[in-house]
């Protein structure tokens, strides 16, 4: 019906994929930040901060913990991001 | 063995009282004794939608409190004599709905009828949370939009972890009815599809109910539309949704647009 559509001077575009896309996202989100799952993230990531603080200084916010939960695989992804200049020399 | 049936969506006017209404009916003329439960305590709604309005004496918490029998309370349908309604109460509110008290008024439901259908009050809170906790299965009603997907999603995972069922280690039987459907607007990529919408929630689809304006001509009449007008398209595919809750493997009819090409022309431009 796009056809039509553009003759009576409407968008060709749909807006039904926008929805699903917009839904997809952030239902993606959501589920994960549900009840125990995020408190058991913001104790990983509490933690995880807490050893590398006593060797590096890092921010809270450059630690992040992220749960994506699929059908046969779920995967935990942490990401550190160090500070360019505190890092450690590693000379003996 | 008796079946508690919630009538569930998070999001409110998407059409959780019309099903009810509706499939209750539907599933009590096979013959099975069915009663339908307003849980929506302070915005009762059921009795009106069924046209038993008038025949309210006592209701939902005045049986929890102990003021009158479950008997007294329990209105009979005129139209199907297997068909029974339990009104919510319209003065009181949600805090008068105590766990104890839904526990025990739904194990004497149980033991009188083949299928408890209830009727849960929109939201996520503590009506909509006891109008589930004793569910065997669900139905979450949902328009294709995405306010109300989105709601559904939630629904969805409180039903994996806050019924009694889900405390047991069980799973409480999950079933998605896709309600307010225009396939017309469908087919012009104006509304979500029926597959999106199946894929994101993924549950298993009991039917689609196409918009119509049956639905609110039954209302107006108070009578589910599944009697008031049988052979009307929502009619029937709430009937054929409630043989699939009775085990009966049928295949789900999708509406298909039922106005000619000139119609549809119209209707785009203005």
């Known amino acids: 019906m796009s056809l039509f559509g553009s003759f ?85 | 063995m008796a079946k508690v049936l919630v009538v569930t969506s998070g999001k409110g006017g998407v059409g959780k009282t019309t099903s009810t209404a509706a499939l209750g009916a539907a599933l009590a003329q096979t013959g099975q004794n069915v009663v339908v439960v307003d849980f929506d305590v302070g915005l009762r709604n059921l009795d009106l939608v069924m046209g038993a309005e008038r025949r309210v004496v006592f209701d939902l918490i005045n049986v929890i409190q102990g003021d009158a029998k479950l008997s ?14 339990l009104p919510a109460s319209q003065t009181r509110d949600k805090d008068a709905l105590t766990a104890e008290g839904v526990a025990s008024v739904m194990a004497q439901l149980r033991e009188k009828f083949d299928w408890v259908v209830c009727d849960s009050p929109a939201g996520i809170e503590r009506g909509a949370q006891l109008a589930m906790y004793h569910a065997d299965h669900a139905i979450v009603v949902t328009n294709p939009e995405v306010s109300s997907v989105r709601d559904s999603d939630r629904i969805i995972g409180m039903l994996d972890s806050t019924t009694e069922k889900a405390k047991g280690g069980g799973k409480i039987e999950k079933h998605l009815l896709l309600t307010r459907y225009d396939p017309a607007r469908a087919a012009r990529g104006e509304m979500l ?61 999708v509406p298909v647009e039922r106005k000619g090409l000139l119609a549809r022309l119209f209707k785009g431009k203005s």
């Open chain 1, 8 to 92: 009576f001077g409407r968008s060709s575009k749909t807006s039904a994929p926008v929805a699903r896309d917009r839904l997809q996202i952030l239902l993606a989100h959501e589920r994960t930040g549900n009840g125990n799952e995020s408190d058991l993230l913001n104790k990983l990531q509490a933690e995880i901060l807490e050893v590398i603080k006593r060797h590096i200084a890092v921010d809270q916010d450059k630690v992040q913990v992220k749960l994506d939960r699929g059908n046969s695989v779920s995967m935990l992804e942490i990401d550190i991001e160090v500070p360019e200049q505190m890092r450690p020399s590693g000379r003996p």
């Open chain 2, 72 to 85: 007294q309370a329990l209105i009979r349908d005129k139209r199907i004599e297997t068909l029974s309604i």
């Open chain 2, 193 to 253: 599809r029926i597959e999106d919408v199946l894929e994101i929630l993924s549950i298993p689809l009991l039917g689609i109910i196409p918009e119509s304006e049956e639905v609110l001509r039954a209302s107006n009449l108070g009578a589910p539309v599944t009697l008031s007008s049988p052979d009307s398209p929502p009619a029937r595919a709430y009937a054929e949704a409630a043989r699939r809750l009775e085990g009966e493997k049928l295949e789900v009819t």
